[in-house]
């Protein structure tokens, strides 16, 4: 009960305050420049990594990131930057 009164609060909050929804719900945001770079905001952590995998930690489910020579040029407690060349994303929840 109390779980559905807070998603029609949030649902609330995101069309009268015009609030992104990557906000309110805890949702990642990916941001893409080609196949070079990705950067992704509001991850819980890496699970695994290597030159062809990341693997993240979602608040709902897992992100994996599959390439070659993948590098994380910058890791902070939310968001994660990473260069090589992106051959796929995966979304599991």
Same mark, same amino acid.
């Given at each position: 009960?109390?779980?559905?009164?807070?998603?029609?609060?949030?649902?609330?909050?995101?069309?009268? !305050?015009?609030?992104?929804?990557?906000?309110?719900?805890?949702?990642?945001? !990916?941001?893409?420049?080609?196949?070079?770079?990705? #950067?992704?905001?509001?991850?819980?952590?890496? =699970?695994?990594? *290597?030159?062809?995998?990341?693997?993240?930690? !979602? *608040?709902?489910?897992?992100?994996?990131? *599959?390439?070659?020579?993948?590098?994380?040029?910058?890791?902070?407690?939310?968001?994660?930057? =990473?260069?090589?060349?992106?051959?796929? =994303?995966? #979304?599991?929840?």
């Amino acid at each position: 009960m109390l779980r559905r009164w807070n998603r029609k609060i949030r649902k609330f909050a995101v069309g009268m !305050l015009d609030l992104p929804q990557d906000v309110i719900f805890d949702l990642p945001r !990916l941001t893409m420049i080609g196949n070079r770079q990705v #950067y992704i905001e509001n991850h819980r952590g890496v =699970i695994g990594f *290597s030159s062809e995998l990341l693997q993240l930690r !979602l *608040s709902v489910g897992v992100l994996e990131i *599959s390439g070659k020579d993948l590098v994380i040029r910058a890791i902070m407690p939310e968001e994660v930057f =990473i260069e090589g060349t992106i051959a796929d =994303i995966r #979304y599991s929840g």
